[in-house]
């Protein structure tokens, strides 16, 4: 109604819509939000009936709050309408701004769609402006923004719709004017603000709480961390990766402090290559950063060493923060000391602690070869030059190294890094050639005491046989027993009158008289001199010192061999 009285409503209209805005803002949740929405066309613009239709992710719009009949609110709060629908009935009517009324006129045509809708009974108008109860009258919501509305297109059109406000039975019973009109679209906006504020805030709360949430978990995650690294059982280390201090230990835990008798403080003026032991520093340099696994020896604060297992990984501080190496120290001593007693049980005598007949053949083996060693003689007019000078002739590949494909030397043999063993040639003469000579030993009168005082005195002549031999020979130099009274010695670098020599020593150190249990006993030995040589066996090297013995041992009369 157009009248005098116009401004004063107008101003009441303005307070009531004051104080709904107002409580719109205040409230705290979009649950709370939405039901002050219905509730504010309720009791500011003078509406019976309000229904706030949100936008779900989907794009559907559910009924999310209702306000002016509990009835109407418990039948359809909840429902769906499609999207499709509503954007029907949004391009239908008259346009009243951003408002859409579609008179009763046009609406039958929606009774049958799937948009939630209540009927309220009424008489049938009586003039042209009043109110019919098919009504409809929708003032969209839009996401605060920039207008982007396409030319002629659709009230919203290029706007993200949030949701619709759908009023009923204006007090009055008629159509809103221009200000009903203009208020209520002005509220439909200040709506949209308080929704997308009360999304917000919903969204922070969320965040907030998962971020606190991520940040107990991370607090719980590093105490377990910490705890898990300091208590650990076994030896933990953190080292820096990359940079001018790669490999520097930034942290240790008591277990490797304690393995390594060092504090916690100096050990971080290390790294592991600083504690290894010097023969393992290879096996570290070898040992990857992420998964390496490695045995090693690293050094005590009392100057010895420890046998360890380490194992390595690599672990962010963040996301794309610094990389550390976490590394897990295993003390594996008393595995390493017995594995190195079952290799020694395995390579030597149970009874005298010397190499047995296996390692002998084994360390015999790797100083000769099959091929045999051939010098060339000296040229006519020369004085004799030694065989061991002569190397044999090589080929340099020349072809894989350089591209030119030749040979300084046609014809010639493979190159050979192996250093052949050489024997003399001068029988019992030295002829100055220096070689590995093997010296075999047989114990002369050992079987008459064996059979006249037992085993256990046979077995002290042969403990303390075994360590004559070694205290007459060089550190270099091996002591081994073959089997029952049979020794053999491997002494590199003598000519022939050396192993004469040494030979003759040996013997001299086994005659003297070995006391056993009170009792003075006396065994001989006989040495046989034989020369290992590329191009021979082993077999071939302990048979032909075998034989040698043999025939010194048959040269010898009884009284000379005899052992009291």
């Given at each position: 109604?157009?009248?005098?009285?116009?401004?004063?409503?107008?101003?009441?209209?303005?307070?009531?819509?004051?104080?709904?805005?107002?409580?719109?803002?205040?409230?705290?949740?979009?649950?709370?939000?939405?039901?002050?929405?219905?509730?504010?066309?309720?009791?500011?613009?003078?509406?019976?009936?309000?229904?706030?239709?949100?936008?779900?992710?989907?794009?559907?719009?559910?009924?999310?709050?209702?306000?002016?009949s509990?009835?109407?609110?418990?039948?359809?709060?909840?429902?769906?309408?499609?999207r499709?629908?509503?954007?029907?009935?949004?391009?239908?009517?008259?346009?009243?701004?951003?408002?859409?009324?579609?008179?009763?006129?046009?609406?039958?045509?929606?009774?049958?769609?799937?948009?939630?809708?209540?009927?309220?009974e009424?008489?049938?108008?009586?003039?042209?402006?009043?109110?019919?109860?098919?009504?409809?009258?929708?003032?969209?919501?839009?996401?605060?923004?920039?207008r982007?509305?396409?030319?002629?297109?659709?009230?919203?059109s290029?706007?993200?719709?949030?949701?619709?406000?759908?009023?009923?039975?204006?007090?009055?019973?008629?159509?809103?004017?221009?200000?009903?009109?203009?208020?209520?679209?002005?509220?439909?906006?200040?709506?949209?603000?308080?929704?997308?504020?009360?999304?917000?805030?919903?969204?922070?709360?969320?965040?907030?709480?998962?971020?606190?949430?991520?940040?107990?978990?991370?607090?719980?995650?590093?105490?377990?961390?910490?705890?898990?690294?300091?208590?650990?059982?076994?030896?933990?280390?953190?080292?820096e990766?990359?940079?001018?201090?790669?490999?520097?230990?930034?942290?240790?835990?008591?277990?490797?402090?304690?393995?390594?008798?060092?504090?916690?403080?100096?050990?971080?003026?290390?790294?592991?290559?600083?504690?290894?032991?010097?023969?393992d520093?290879?096996?570290?340099?070898?040992t990857?950063?992420?998964?390496?696994?490695?045995?090693?020896?690293?050094?005590?604060?009392?100057?010895?060493?420890?046998?360890?297992?380490?194992?390595?990984?690599?672990?962010?501080?963040?996301?794309?923060?610094?990389?550390?190496?976490?590394?897990?120290?295993?003390?594996?001593?008393?595995?390493?000391?017995?594995?190195?007693?079952?290799?020694?049980?395995a390579?030597?005598?149970?009874?005298?602690?010397?190499?047995?007949?296996?390692e002998?053949?084994?360390?015999?083996s790797?100083?000769?070869?099959?091929?045999?060693?051939?010098?060339?003689?000296?040229?006519?007019?020369?004085?004799?030059?030694?065989?061991?000078?002569?190397?044999?002739?090589y080929?340099?590949?020349?072809?894989?190294?350089?591209?030119?494909?030749?040979?300084?030397?046609?014809?010639?043999?493979?190159y050979?890094?192996?250093?052949?063993?050489?024997?003399?040639?001068?029988?019992?003469?030295?002829?100055?050639?220096?070689?590995?000579?093997?010296?075999?030993?047989d114990?002369?009168?050992?079987?008459?005491?064996?059979?006249?005082?037992?085993?256990?005195?046979?077995?002290a002549?042969?403990?303390e046989?075994?360590?004559?031999?070694?205290?007459?020979?060089?550190?270099?130099?091996?002591?081994?027993?073959?089997?029952?009274?049979?020794?053999?010695?491997?002494?590199?670098?003598?000519?022939?009158?050396?192993?004469?020599?040494?030979?003759?020593?040996?013997?001299?150190?086994?005659?003297?008289?070995?006391?056993?249990?009170?009792?003075?006993?006396?065994?001989?030995?006989?040495?046989?001199?034989?020369?290992?040589?590329?191009?021979?066996?082993?077999?071939?090297?302990?048979?032909?010192?075998d034989?040698?013995?043999?025939?010194?041992k048959?040269?010898?009369?009884k009284?000379?061999?005899?052992?009291?």
């Amino acid at each position: 109604m157009e009248t005098e009285s116009e401004p004063y409503v107008r101003l009441a209209t303005l307070r009531q819509l004051h104080q709904v805005v107002a409580d719109l803002n205040t409230a705290r949740s979009l649950a709370d939000t939405l039901q002050a929405v219905a509730d504010g066309i309720v009791a500011g613009l003078n509406y019976e009936l309000a229904c706030v239709n949100l936008v779900r992710p989907d794009g559907d719009l559910v009924v999310a709050a209702f306000a002016g009949s509990p009835a109407a609110e418990a039948l359809i709060t909840g429902r769906v309408g499609s999207r499709a629908s509503w954007d029907r009935r949004l391009a239908m009517g008259e346009r009243w701004g951003d408002l859409v009324f579609i008179p009763h006129t046009e609406g039958w045509v929606l009774i049958e769609d799937d948009v939630p809708q209540w009927h309220t009974e009424g008489p049938a108008p009586r003039f042209e402006d009043e109110w019919h109860p098919h009504d409809r009258l929708y003032a969209p919501m839009y996401a605060p923004g920039v207008r982007s509305a396409r030319p002629g297109g659709p009230p919203g059109s290029g706007r993200e719709l949030l949701g619709v406000i759908s009023v009923d039975r204006p007090r009055n019973g008629r159509h809103p004017g221009p200000w009903g009109r203009e208020a209520l679209q002005m509220y439909a906006s200040q709506a949209a603000i308080a929704i997308s504020n009360a999304r917000l805030r919903s969204n922070m709360q969320r965040a907030l709480v998962r971020l606190e949430r991520e940040q107990q978990a991370l607090r719980a995650s590093e105490e377990s961390f910490r705890q898990a690294f300091e208590y650990a059982p076994s030896g933990m280390a953190i080292a820096e990766m990359g940079g001018d201090q790669h490999g520097r230990l930034l942290r240790t835990n008591d277990a490797l402090c304690r393995l390594l008798g060092r504090p916690a403080s100096v050990m971080r003026r290390y790294s592991f290559a600083d504690l290894v032991h010097p023969e393992d520093i290879g096996t570290l340099l070898r040992t990857s950063a992420e998964g390496g696994r490695a045995e090693l020896r690293l050094g005590r604060r009392d100057g010895t060493y420890v046998w360890v297992s380490l194992r390595n990984s690599v672990v962010a501080d963040t996301a794309d923060g610094p990389r550390f190496l976490l590394t897990h120290v295993e003390d594996i001593e008393e595995r390493k000391r017995h594995e190195l007693q079952l290799a020694h049980r395995a390579s030597h005598d149970a009874l005298t602690g010397l190499p047995n007949s296996a390692e002998l053949r084994s360390r015999l083996s790797a100083r000769i070869c099959e091929r045999p060693f051939a010098a060339e003689p000296p040229a006519a007019g020369t004085a004799p030059v030694p065989a061991d000078a002569f190397e044999p002739p090589y080929e340099y590949d020349y072809e894989h190294e350089h591209g030119f494909g030749f040979s300084p030397v046609a014809g010639a043999g493979p190159y050979d890094h192996h250093v052949h063993t050489v024997a003399p040639t001068g029988g019992e003469t030295d002829d100055g050639t220096k070689g590995l000579a093997v010296l075999f030993c047989d114990l002369d009168g050992f079987k008459s005491i064996n059979d006249r005082f037992g085993h256990h005195t046979g077995d002290a002549v042969l403990i303390e046989v075994a360590r004559r031999l070694t205290t007459g020979v060089r550190d270099g130099d091996t002591v081994a027993r073959l089997g029952g009274d049979e020794f053999v010695v491997l002494a590199d670098g003598l000519g022939a009158a050396d192993a004469a020599d040494l030979a003759v020593r040996l013997r001299n150190a086994i005659i003297p008289p070995i006391r056993v249990d009170g009792r003075a006993v006396r065994v001989g030995a006989s040495f046989g001199i034989g020369w290992a040589e590329c191009g021979m066996t082993v077999e071939e090297v302990l048979n032909s010192a075998d034989q040698r013995m043999y025939i010194e041992k048959r040269s010898r009369s009884k009284v000379h061999r005899r052992a009291g």
